[in-house]
């Protein structure tokens, strides 16, 4: 990789050496493939992949048997972003919806609010409502360490490199499914690179 000019402030610096740290914790047993072996498109230099984990054995490959993130209306959909440009790329702006085939958006939800979903109120009204089963009070299943070391958490992407994660919404997989990308910006010029809109069938 090439060695950053000495002038990069302190803070960017920090962030990609972050950025070139996969997102996932130090078990090696879900590697996520390239973004081209998942649907995907290429913009501006930027390929961007994405495949919703939407059955148990999916989930079970990157998270472990007992965490059933399907059974409590959580669909987790993996992304990858590969930057070719020769600049890095600034992540901390990205907005990743989930866009239904009659045009309903529904926005990724972090780990720390899966406490509150499916309470009265909570449920966003864009997307088909789900059954809820209750959380237990003891023991929760979606205090998993797995579910927060897999998220999707790079700020900033080195150019020539990629970074992985999971991103997830309260929502039921459906056929005709799309995936919405925008906010991602050159970490030089700070301009916004073109949105990202793709079905999930390749």
């Not at 993996?78 to 907005?95: C, F, G, H, S, T």
Request: glycine share 6%; with cysteine.
């Amino acid at each position: 990789m090439t060695k950053k000019p000495w002038f990069v402030t302190s803070s960017i610096a920090i962030a990609l050496s972050w950025a070139a740290v996969a997102p996932c914790s130090t078990d090696d047993s879900f590697r996520p493939a390239a973004a081209d072996a998942y649907a995907h498109q290429s913009a501006d230099q930027v390929t961007i992949g994405a495949k919703p984990f939407d059955n148990d054995d999916l989930v079970s490959q990157a998270f472990g048997k007992k965490v059933d993130l399907l059974k409590y209306g959580i669909l987790p959909v993996l992304v990858v972003i590969e930057n070719k440009r020769q600049n890095a790329l600034d992540l901390r702006d990205v907005q990743v919806s989930l866009v239904a085939s009659d045009g309903r958006h529904s926005t990724s939800v972090s780990p720390e609010e899966f406490a509150s979903l499916g309470k009265q109120g909570k449920h966003p009204a864009t997307m088909t409502p789900l059954p809820r089963i209750p959380l237990p009070k003891k023991g929760n299943p979606l205090n998993s360490p797995e579910i927060g070391a897999r998220a999707f958490s790079p700020k900033m992407l080195p150019a020539g490199d990629s970074a992985s994660g999971f991103f997830y919404f309260e929502a039921k997989s459906e056929p005709g499914d799309s995936l919405y990308v925008s906010g991602l910006r050159d970490a030089r010029s700070r301009e916004e690179i073109l949105y990202f809109e793709f079905p999930f069938e390749k």
